[in-house]
């Protein structure tokens, strides 16, 4: 079976940072694509970043692109997702998902429950 863990949320400042983690176990790791997304009270779950096996990066959201990163640790089956110059809007349960491919197709599967992240004003 797969399994699938977010962690590193809590409550913060706007203007802080937070580095959320992902660990990932029962399947290859370092062969999937991986991608980091959220949902926000009373809105649908939104994809953020996505990063390929060979390190690519994918952007799909606007608002996050040049807060947001996500660096992948292949060594320890563990992906990040880098949060700076959080705001108020970034609260939100953040999800981290696996690919079907190698490379960033946007098909996702193996949900984990999510981590809470608040950013007070």
């Known amino acids: 079976q797969v399994q699938v863990v977010e962690s590193g949320g809590g409550l913060v400042q706007a203007g802080g940072s937070l580095r959320l983690s992902c660990t990932v176990s029962?399947?290859?790791?370092?062969?999937?694509?991986m991608a980091w997304f959220r949902q926000a009270p009373g809105k649908e779950r939104q994809g953020l970043l996505c990063?390929?096996?060979?390190?690519?990066?994918?952007y799909y959201a606007d608002s996050v692109k040049g807060r947001f990163t996500i660096p992948r640790d292949n060594a320890a089956n563990t992906l990040y997702l880098q949060m700076n110059s959080l705001k108020p809007e970034d609260t939100a349960m953040y999800y981290c998902?696996?690919?079907?491919?190698?490379?960033?197709?946007?098909?996702?599967?193996?949900w984990g429950q999510g981590t809470q992240v608040t950013v007070s004003s």
């Open positions: 990063i390929s096996r060979s390190g690519g990066i994918s």
């Open positions: 029962g399947l290859t790791f370092d062969y999937y694509a």
């Open positions: 998902g696996v690919d079907h491919f190698s490379h960033c197709s946007g098909t996702w599967s193996n």
